[in-house]
């Protein structure tokens, strides 16, 4: 069974970094397109950015040239570092793993901008 632990949120002033960093276990990490969704209370999911299994890299419309997705196939971890923080990426972050459909998913981390 798919288990996905994300870690690394918290509170972060305007303008500041973060790295989130989500652990794969139970299967097998680098066959597995893996993606970082966040929600905001009283929005949609959406897609923050998305890495294949073989290094592709695609990213939402609001986060583009601020967020940098990556893999370590070897510590079975998908990271998202973002830059730059807005009081508008405040959400909870969630990892998943195969698709957004037929997928694992995380439990979120809850991730603040503010000053």
């Known amino acids: 069974q798919v288990q996905l632990v994300e870690s690394g949120g918290g509170l972060v002033q305007p303008g500041g970094s973060l790295r989130l960093s989500c652990t794969f276990s139970?299967?097998?990490?680098?066959?597995?397109?893996m993606d970082w969704y966040r929600q905001a209370p009283g929005k949609q999911r959406e897609l923050v950015a998305a890495?294949?299994?073989?290094?592709?890299?695609n990213y939402g419309d609001s986060v583009k040239g601020r967020a940098t997705i990556s893999r370590d196939n070897a510590k079975n971890t998908v990271y998202l570092q973002m830059n730059s923080l807005k009081p508008e990426d405040t959400a909870v972050y969630y990892c998943?793993?195969?698709?957004?459909?037929?997928?694992?998913w995380g439990q979120g981390t809850q991730v603040t901008v503010s000053s």
């Open positions: 890495i294949t299994s073989g290094g592709s890299t």
């Open positions: 139970g299967g097998m990490f680098s066959i597995y397109n």
């Open positions: 998943n793993a195969g698709g957004s459909m037929m997928g694992y």
